[in-house]
């Protein structure tokens, strides 16, 4: 079977759709949204506030060595230009036009491209299909998969900070739906996700594959003694959704407890949350260590290093920084919309986004309870071992099979 997977922009977890979907035999073609040689000369770089080591991160994970698919991708060099104008337009409403506008963009290259190898099946990411694409799938008579891992809130629900253009009164976000409305099949990764799909699209047509994990974080941490300071984890983009304004509250409290404790950041901060820091001080004086991004292979020592992995998020899926941190065994304290099937005090150590007084009370009790940290790292590595690529790769051909 031909198949074409689009990712859009990012690197989400299609690259993995398609590497798994070759070794099952299918004639796989990858359509990304960067080039594989940046279009900006590497002495402009400095001028557009981006660091020669991020951008050769971003280019690792998206042409990663393990991806075999031997068919020629079709790259574009929209998303260097989507990222250099959203960087540089903070209005939010204004970051929503950005992303239509680039998206549609989008979407008009991969149909194109789409007509030309005229695939079985298109599998797509939500927001990269449009009219468009929806045209070119329907001539050529191919499967439309759409793959979605983002609750989209309602307006009146929206987040603060860079984040409050995600809700489904943006225009971008009303093109995601669409995309889901008009899907022949959407495939989700948790059953949270699948829950809020329902209010929105036929239930018939939703499939469930949830994503695998690195075998590399499997079963890490072994030994739960404390460090001193405490060490506090975050990985991921360190986002108003995601809880950085909370945890940056967190910190302040911790300050005054009597313990020392420091957090240690891998991943990205986004410009309102620096500002946000800066206000409170700085990174120095909120005890807070911020690393930049890392390859998963060296990541795994953080998670090794690490005492409690915090992440009190707003808005997922399913998310992968949860997932890693609790296959590895850190002690997680977590949110029940960071999508991830999590029991409280079984695995991890829930609390109510947004409630920072609950967030310090969880850190504290793991750090005063030896016997708690150890159940719940032991429980969360027993439960989270079967999350693997390879039983990823068993459900999607399951779904394939059933749909196609």
């Not at 004639?27 to 000369?41: A, C, E």
């Not at 008009?182 to 036929?202: P, Y």
């Not at 047509?205 to 030994?223: P, Q, R, T, W, Y």
């Not at 609950?358 to 719940?376: C, G, H, K, M």
Request: charged share 20%.
């Amino acid at each position: 079977m031909k198949i074409l997977i689009s990712t859009g922009y990012g690197r989400l977890h299609l690259l993995r759709t398609a590497e798994e979907l070759y070794k099952l035999g299918h004639d796989v073609h990858v359509v990304q949204g960067l080039s594989r040689k940046s279009i900006f000369p590497i002495s402009s770089l400095s001028f557009l506030n981006l660091s020669y080591s991020r951008i050769n991160n971003v280019y690792t994970s998206r042409f990663p060595d393990w991806l075999k698919v031997e068919n020629d991708h079709r790259i574009y060099f929209l998303e260097e230009l989507f990222y250099l104008f959203r960087k540089y337009l903070y209005w939010p409403p204004i970051k929503g036009w950005v992303a239509y506008i680039f998206w549609s963009l989008y979407s008009f290259f991969s149909g194109l491209y789409m007509l030309k190898i005229r695939p079985d099946a298109v599998h797509i990411r939500s927001g990269a299909l449009r009219s468009f694409g929806v045209f070119c799938a329907k001539l050529i008579k191919a499967k439309i998969l759409i793959d979605h891992s983002l609750i989209i809130p309602h307006k009146a629900y929206a987040l603060g900070g860079e984040d409050v253009w995600i809700h489904s009164e943006n225009i971008f976000w009303k093109s995601v739906i669409k995309d889901i409305k008009r899907s022949d099949f959407l495939i989700v990764n948790s059953s949270f996700i699948k829950k809020w799909a329902k209010t929105i699209t036929d239930e018939k047509k939703i499939k469930v594959a949830e994503l695998g994990v690195s075998s590399c974080f499997l079963n890490l941490k072994d030994d739960i003694t404390l460090h001193n300071p405490i060490r506090l984890l975050f990985t991921g983009t360190f986002s108003y959704r995601k809880g950085a304004i909370i945890i940056i509250e967190l910190m302040r409290l911790l300050n005054k407890s009597s313990l020392d404790f420091v957090l240690h950041i891998f991943g990205t901060i986004p410009n309102d949350v620096s500002r946000i820091i800066d206000k409170n001080g700085g990174l120095s004086k909120l005890k807070i260590q911020f690393h930049g991004r890392v390859p998963q292979p060296l990541l795994k020592k953080e998670f090794f290093c690490s005492d409690i992995f915090v992440f009190p998020t707003f808005l997922e899926g399913c998310s992968s920084s949860v997932v890693e941190a609790l296959a590895s065994g850190v002690p997680v304290i977590t949110t029940l919309n960071s999508g991830t099937p999590c029991t409280h005090f079984g695995d991890a150590i829930l609390v109510k986004p947004g409630d920072v007084e609950s967030l310090r009370d969880a850190v504290l009790q793991l750090s005063f309870n030896d016997e708690l940290r150890e159940s719940i790292s032991r429980a969360a590595k027993i439960k989270f071992s079967c999350w693997t690529w390879e039983k990823y790769q068993y459900n999607l051909s399951t779904i394939y099979k059933e749909i196609l």
